[in-house]
């Protein structure tokens, strides 16, 4: 091994390693109470299977029926993620799942949302979703962010840009979800796609969204060219300004190297080389 390589523990390199996911045991009983009091009696409790951000993610069985509940704990670093979710959520049903309640006690910031049934989406080359992922993002590219209190793409980008000037490219007054890891969209057994997590909404121009996308092609399988032919069945790409994609694209590599350094593991390891590729291959044909 050369001197000074960075060297990871093996066992460090499962996404699972890094999951803020905690059981749900550690919730307060006046937490607990709370959340009863919205729901009547809970009869079971069955832990997300995916996802790792928020502390507690479950899904209920209640005297009122099944509910899907997300929960952070108020004094962590990401809780505002809970407010951004429940300032959008009018905005963005029925795309994404409705809000029931929302439950702030004892340290803890609970929201509990309608259950969607339906299975996670597929990115890979063969599938079937990928239309309905475009028509989904045609749809989104319709909502407007007014008066809501999201960062800006300029903003949560700047750090990432090459040239601070380029900052405007990116400005819009679009809702943005931004995080189009497969895991986010359920497909329901009629065919309807629903986003889910909207802790990463921001406001931008619309073609955003499906940029954000392409590197989540790539790591699912696609090359850079097939990705991007996807993400352009959407209007909002083509209408994006001149240069303003391989701006992007060059941030998002730069983003996604961070994410790697800063949270190592398979999944981000992958996601940094798909982003790369995607840049480079967005600069080789300009
Ligand atoms: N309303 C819902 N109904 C049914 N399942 C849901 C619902 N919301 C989320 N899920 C499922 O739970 C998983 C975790 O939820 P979500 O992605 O919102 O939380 P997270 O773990 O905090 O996020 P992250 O993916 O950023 O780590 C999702 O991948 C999705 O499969
Ligand atoms: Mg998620």
């Not at 407007?144 to 990116?170: I, M």
């Amino acid at each position: 091994m050369e001197q000074g390589q960075h060297v990871v523990d093996p066992g460090m390199l499962s996404p699972r390693a890094v999951s803020l996911r905690q059981h749900w045991d550690v919730v307060p009983g006046t937490v607990l109470t709370a959340i009863g009091e919205r729901t009547g009696r809970i009869h079971s409790v069955a832990p997300a299977e995916t996802g790792y951000s928020s502390h507690i993610a479950a899904t209920l069985d209640t005297e009122r029926g099944r509910v899907f509940v997300k929960g952070m704990r108020t004094g962590d670093g990401l809780a505002r993620t809970q407010q951004t979710e429940a300032e959008v959520n009018p905005h963005v049903t029925p795309i994404g799942p409705r809000l029931l309640w929302r439950v702030v006690t004892d340290g803890w910031d609970v929201l509990g949302f309608a259950y969607e049934h339906g299975r996670i989406a597929d990115f890979g080359q063969s599938s079937d979703d990928l239309p309905l992922v475009v028509a989904t993002m045609i749809e989104l590219a319709r909502l407007a962010a007014p008066g809501l209190e999201l960062p800006s793409a300029e903003d949560r980008w700047a750090g990432y840009l090459e040239r601070r000037a380029d900052a405007a490219l990116l400005h819009g007054d679009r809702l943005l979800h931004t995080d189009w890891h497969h895991t986010n969209l359920l497909v329901t057994p009629a065919n309807r796609m629903h986003v889910v997590d909207w802790a990463l909404a921001t406001r931008g121009a619309a073609w955003i969204d499906p940029a954000c996308w392409v590197v989540w092609l790539v790591y699912a399988g696609h090359s850079a060219q097939e990705a991007e032919r996807w993400a352009a069945k959407v209007p909002a790409w083509t209408a994006a300004p001149e240069g303003a994609i391989a701006v992007f694209a060059s941030v998002l590599a730069r983003y996604w190297q961070d994410i790697a350094v800063n949270h190592p593991n398979t999944m981000t390891y992958r996601l940094r080389d798909a982003a790369a590729a995607w840049a480079a291959h967005r600069h080789a044909r300009a």
